[in-house]
């Protein structure tokens, strides 16, 4: 089986600090991956690497075969690969039924989004959405009233409604409570019955929760892989991460 998402001996350095050293990683297609590492490990200047933001001194990134090492940010997003970054960037002003509408996939005029007669298809899909991010019930409300939890809920709804095969979630739990963080928790195992995803957290029960794959970085590299119960138990991770 092909990867979905090949990362090959990726290297990026900035003025002399290498942020990623002879990095590699490869994700299956319908395999959710949990990415932790004490901070400066490399975690966001990979997902940098994959969205293209950043380009690779050294090394390959490959989506669906595809090398993406000639494409910019936004070729990549309609490969594709969709990104969330830890704070939600929500339109506040508008509805959570019109930040959905924005981000379906398709006219992306504005108005013509917002006020065009929506046809059956994309109806069924937005309502699909806002069940699934638990939202149905405020889909008429303000996203500036939502608590930061559901902000979070409703941009991910938002990179669903692009369609994506890859998700890339940065720190999606932080700053909610318990009870959101269970939710969030189990929304991207409904995810992921569909979509890929690489989620990066510091949230070790999160990730325990989710019972996925662990990579855990440090220096730029590959420091340990596996289940959380084994990473936990190495003593590397302990030493330079969960110790501490």
């Given amino acids: 089986m092909t990867p979905l998402l ?6 990026v ?3 002399g600090f290498c942020a990623l050293n002879a990095l590699s990683l490869i994700l299956a297609p319908g395999e959710m991956r949990a990415v932790i590492g004490p901070n400066g490990a490399g975690k966001t200047t990979m997902m940098d690497v994959i969205t ?5 001194g050294q090394g390959r990134v490959l989506f669906n075969g595809q090398d993406l090492s000639g494409s910019d940010e936004t070729a990549i997003a309609r490969m594709g ?10 339109f506040e002003a508008l509805t959570v039924q019109e930040n959905l509408q924005l981000a ?3 006219p992306r005029q ?3 989004v917002l006020f065009a007669r929506e046809d059956a298809e994309r109806r069924a899909r937005l309502d699909e959405i806002l069940q699934l991010i638990h939202l149905s019930a405020l889909c008429d409300r303000q996203a500036a009233i939502l608590s930061h939890g559901q ?3 409703l941009e991910i709804g938002m990179l669903l409604a692009q369609e994506p095969e890859l998700l890339l979630l940065d720190e999606p739990v932080a700053g909610l409570s318990d009870a959101e963080t269970e939710q969030t928790a189990t929304l991207l195992r409904a995810i992921s019955r569909t979509r890929s995803i690489v989620v990066v957290e510091h949230d070790i029960a999160f990730i325990r929760s989710l019972d996925v794959p662990v990579t855990v970085l440090h ?9 959380m119960d084994d990473v936990a138990a190495d003593p590397r991770v302990v030493e330079v991460y969960l110790g501490r």
């Fill in 104 to 106: 379906l996939r398709g």
């Fill in 13 to 15: 350095t900035f003025d």
């Fill in 81 to 90: 690969i969709g990104r969330k970054f830890q704070k939600p960037t929500v």
């Fill in 6 to 11: 090949s990362v090959e001996a990726v290297s």
């Fill in 110 to 112: 504005p108005f013509a």
């Fill in 151 to 153: 902000k979070q809920w």
């Fill in 219 to 227: 220096e730029g590299r590959v420091l340990a892989e596996g289940s």
């Fill in 52 to 56: 293209g933001k950043t380009k690779p």
